[in-house]
């Protein structure tokens, strides 16, 4: 379980400046309400639900144990993502995993809010 460090607690701070959030009681995730997707999503927003790593930020998000999870019924240009796992949630609502395999970090620089926007571009050009 991921321990509430004063970093991960002023992360989760910053990101209240453009979100909505919810906080899993003992920090194994958070939710940021109504994220902004690019254009040609069948949504304009959607929630994404992200696992807190133990050893964040030495350990980033959305990578190895720590997984993203969106809206399975997302769409780019009317087809299925293509590292969305429809059938894959973490049991906390209707989630499906976003696959990453690796993501540029620096665990000095880089903090949740540039999390958020490393998912918007990732999801700009699904199909790369």
Known sequence: MPSCSSRLKNDLLMLTVGYTIA???DYKWFIA????LPPGYNYCLTDVLIEIPD???CSP???GASHIYL???LRFKGQKLPYLHEYTTPGWGEWAWY????????PVRDDLVNFLEIIRTE????FR
Do not use: A, R, T
């Open 55 to 57: 050893g964040y930020p």
């Open 61 to 63: 998000p959305g990578v």
């Open 99 to 106: 696959c990453f395999e690796s993501i540029q970090w620096d």
């Open 33 to 36: 309400k109504e994220f902004k």
């Open 71 to 73: 809206s399975p019924k």
């Open 123 to 126: 999801l700009s050009n699904p």
């Open 23 to 25: 906080i899993h009681e």
